[in-house]
């Protein structure tokens, strides 16, 4: 009889919510067949441990008195400097942490934040194509005209600004930037954030820098906030997720002229009441860690990295050898043998009695879904399309570099077997 309001109509539940419903019955059918267990390489969440020093912060503020009432909506004096302090150390960027930095339960809150915070009914926003789901569905909840900007190889995944100069850009309010990329994985430059601020300057636009893999396989971490002027139009986020395997702890930050975060925190005050303490303390001790926690971080990576290329090679897709973040990149070549097993991944969904997730009613399953359906029920090996970063990723498919180097040799082994 209660119907949900409109604007729900125009979103979708989160496409890893509704696949790991597809994932838990494929796990489960395998573990009563005493088949070996499913591998996800799909979602991004870091399965290593948090700093230990994080931990012990978190349990030592949990047993004070004074800690478990409702918090500073801005979040302590000791979190706000302990960004600001981390900002100045590894990106050479001066943060006020009075007014300029906002604490947040995770990044992911911070673009839906920021869309309420901002965007009218009708206002242009600017999204990458291959890029971050949220940032659509995030602006389709207030009502936004989402403009999507292509990311291309031939462009090396970057924005195209002179194209992007011949659009009209009336009305347009809002730019979504996402370095190191998620799905790409094209790291961030000085002279891409250099381009993209003079862009925004040029045409009054917030640019919204998404900074969450700024830590994962690079030399050197940057920020928006390292080009002159760049305060003026530009608000970043940033998150321990990644950096600090700390995904589930949901502990992130939006960095911004004073007169920015002002208008997001009138927002998140009406939302909740604070980090709970000894969370924004183990967050403190998290962001004092040095150079042998990243080193460390990253050499587990780079030997995850190159498993996940040697399976992309085996499916003969073409990715990124230098790409930075937590994800393998490939394109699925015309005439990979793998296009031809649609029909043997749904008999093998239909004798498990399972069904294939759909794409949208009148369009064709992408290079990506075709490939995906088959590893998963084939092998159990679940990697992601591309699709659903957007229509520039039908071709492509993703690796997760959050399983260990062991599940990766093993989920080789399996495909290996299948072809």
């Known amino acids: 009889m209660i119907k949900p309001a409109k604007r729900t109509e125009v979103v979708k539940e989160y496409y890893f ?136 190889p031939e462009n090396n995944w970057e924005p195209d600004f002179e194209a992007l100069q011949r659009m009209d850009l009336r009305g347009v309010k809002m730019m979504w930037m996402n370095y190191p990329s998620m799905p790409t994985g094209k790291a961030a ?10 862009f925004a300057l040029e045409h009054d636009i917030l640019l919204v820098n998404d900074n969450p893999y700024s830590f994962i396989l690079t030399d050197k971490p940057l920020s928006v906030f390292s080009v002159p002027r760049s305060k003026e139009c530009c608000i970043e986020l940033n998150s321990l997720s990644k950096a600090h395997n700390m995904s589930g702890w949901r502990i992130g930050m939006v960095a911004g002229d004073a007169e920015l975060i002002s208008s997001v925190l009138k927002v998140k005050s009406q939302m909740d009441s ?16 040095g150079e042998e926690w990243f080193e460390q971080l990253n050499e587990g990576y780079r030997e995850r990295r190159k498993v996940a290329g040697r399976i992309m090679e085996m499916l003969d897709a073409e990715y990124l050898a230098d790409g930075t973040g937590l994800f393998v990149w490939g394109r699925v070549k015309d005439n990979n043998p793998l296009l031809t097993r649609l029909a043997d991944a749904e008999k093998l969904a239909a004798d498990a009695d399972l069904s294939l997730s759909r794409p949208e009613d009148g369009v064709a399953k992408s290079k990506g879904e075709i490939i995906s359906d088959y590893l998963l029920y084939s092998t159990g090996v679940f990697i992601t399309p591309g699709c659903i970063f957007g229509s520039n990723g039908r071709d492509y498919i ?20 299948v072809l």
Not at 26 to 42: D, F, N, Q, T, Y
Not at 90 to 113: D, F, H, M, R, T
Not at 399 to 408: D, G, V, Y
Request: charged share 25%.
């Open 17 to 152: 919510s509704r696949k790991n419903k597809e994932l838990a019955a494929v796990r489960a059918l395998r573990e009563s067949k005493g088949e070996p267990a499913l591998i996800s390489l799909g979602i991004g969440a870091p399965d290593r441990m948090p700093p230990l020093s994080a931990i012990e912060a978190l349990c030592e503020t949990a047993r004070r008195s004074d800690v478990h009432v409702y918090q500073n909506y801005k979040g302590s004096p000791e979190l706000r400097k302990a960004y600001s302090d981390w900002y100045a150390k590894w990106y050479g960027v001066q943060l006020n942490p009075e007014n300029e930095i906002q604490p947040l339960a995770g990044s992911k809150e911070g673009i839906l934040l920021l869309a309420l915070a901002f965007i009218n009914r009708g206002d242009k926003v600017l999204v990458p194509n291959p890029g971050y789901p949220t940032y659509t569905s995030a602006l389709e909840l207030v009502e936004a005209d989402i403009v999507t900007y292509d990311l291309l």
């Open 274 to 289: 604070g980090m709970f303490k000894p969370m924004q303390m183990a967050a403190v001790a998290a962001l004092s860690e």
């Open 398 to 417: 993703r690796i997760s570099l959050c399983a260990t180097a062991e599940k990766l040799e093993e989920a080789y082994e399996r495909i290996k077997k």
């Open 189 to 198: 430059s000085q002279e891409l954030y250099r381009k993209a601020v003079k």
